[in-house]
């Protein structure tokens, strides 16, 4: 099993920047792929970035390119992923959750998600 855990969440105001942290420990040699997703109050958790493990190709939501940046370090036995966000609006504010993919599987390990409050 992987166990994931955030931080970083916390109160921003409109422009200003923020930076999250996950931490995978466990079984981590078949983690092939990170990503954060978010869920805003009585909304749906959508996607936000996610990058492959080895290559560092990342995907973007929409919503976020140009402005969020997600990145990696690898490490034996831990895995970390960042994301930067910066220029951030009140619509970003959410759960920020993190997630990691295992080889022939989904992104089925999950972090108990840390909160991002951006004011206007």
């Known amino acids: 099993q992987v166990q994931v855990v955030e931080s970083g969440g916390g109160l921003v105001q409109a422009g200003g920047s923020l930076r999250l942290s996950c931490a995978a420990s466990?079984?981590?040699?078949?983690?092939?792929?990170m990503a954060w997703f978010r869920q805003a109050p009585g909304k749906d958790r959508d996607f936000v970035a996610s990058?492959?493990?080895?290559?560092?190709?990342?995907?973007?939501a929409d919503s976020v390119k140009g402005r969020f940046t997600i990145s990696r370090d690898n490490a034996k036995n831990t895995v970390s992923v960042f994301l930067q966000m910066n220029s951030v609006k009140p619509d970003d504010t959410a759960v920020y959750y993190c997630?990691?993919?295992?080889?022939?599987?989904?992104?089925?390990?999950w972090g108990q998600g840390t909160q991002v409050t951006v004011s206007s």
């Open positions: 466990g079984r981590t040699l078949s983690v092939n792929a």
């Open positions: 990058i492959l493990r080895y290559s560092g190709i990342t995907d973007y």
């Open positions: 997630a990691v993919r295992t080889t022939g599987g989904d992104f089925g390990s």
